[in-house]
């Protein structure tokens, strides 16, 4: 069964880490998929290739999403090969940490540009093509469907990466009235809420016996999540069998919001 057959998704930051294994799964569910990347072109064609390789339908398209024309563009060659969208998942996101008395404005701002404004002006595009297209029944019940990529770090604070959690804070409040406004039209719009997961920027955290076992003690269901765990709960999202959930943050993260350090008493 391929729940989102004929659909076209676009993944925003998919080149690599938790936006290739989205873009997969959602191609091997049956979406056509546009990789969007920023400056990895190798790793977006790695991504295509491996969704052609499985008899899937993929193209890669280089965009910085903080960037308002180029986010117009990114959609222009979107209607060019495909003629609409059907899914859209705000994934592109990057960390500059720091000491808060050490931030500077250009990393808060880079953090909150790309983060933030980018999924900002990515559903703004998405949203228009979903107005004017409506819904088409034969692919889905909803005229459109955007999945935000957030983070249990809009719920939990992070000390040394405040821009981050800013930013991640600031996609449920986006998220959330986005999708408050564009109910009634029948355009749903949720987040998903990664935990740990296992990619290549984050290895330092699990690479070693040491850092793996010291990450597994804020995990309760005691292991670090991959990359498919993510891409399963975005094809739900983005089907037809999630039809009455709007609003939402799915939180996929091993029970890590059940804030583990009070499992004993605190």
């Not at 090969?81 to 000491?99: H, P």
């Not at 309760?220 to 399963?232: C, H, L, M």
């Amino acid at each position: 069964m391929q729940p989102l057959q004929d659909q076209v998704a676009l993944v925003t930051g998919g080149s690599s880490g938790i936006g290739a294994g989205v873009a997969k799964c959602l191609a091997q569910a049956g979406a056509k998929v546009v990789v969007n990347y920023s400056s990895s072109a190798e790793g977006a064609q790695q991504v295509v290739r491996e969704i052609e390789s499985e008899g899937g339908t993929a193209i890669s398209v280089q965009a910085d999403v903080s960037q308002a024309d180029r986010v117009q563009h990114l959609f222009q060659q979107l209607f060019d090969v495909f003629g609409t969208i059907d899914i859209l998942v705000n994934n592109a996101g990057l960390q500059k940490d720091a000491a808060f008395v050490d931030m500077t404005l250009d990393d808060w701002n880079k953090v909150i540009s790309v983060n933030l404004t980018g999924q900002f002006l990515c559903s703004q595009q998405a949203v228009k093509e979903f107005l004017r297209r409506g819904i088409v029944p034969e692919r889905s019940c909803a005229a459109g469907k955007i999945i935000c990529m957030s983070s249990v770090h809009e719920v939990i604070p992070w000390a040394g990466r405040c821009n981050y959690a800013a930013s991640k804070g600031g996609v449920m409040l986006l998220m959330q009235s986005m999708a408050q406004e564009l109910a009634p039209q029948k355009i749903r719009i949720n987040s998903i809420g990664p935990g740990a997961i296992q990619t290549p920027i984050n290895r330092s955290a699990w690479e070693t016996p040491y850092a793996k076992a010291k990450l597994l003690n804020l995990i309760p269901y005691n292991r670090i999540g991959v990359v498919e765990d993510i891409g399963k709960a975005a094809v739900w999202l983005a089907s037809d069998e999630s039809d009455y959930v709007t609003g939402t943050t799915l939180y996929v993260d091993g029970g890590m919001t059940l804030y583990p350090g009070f499992a004993t008493g605190g």
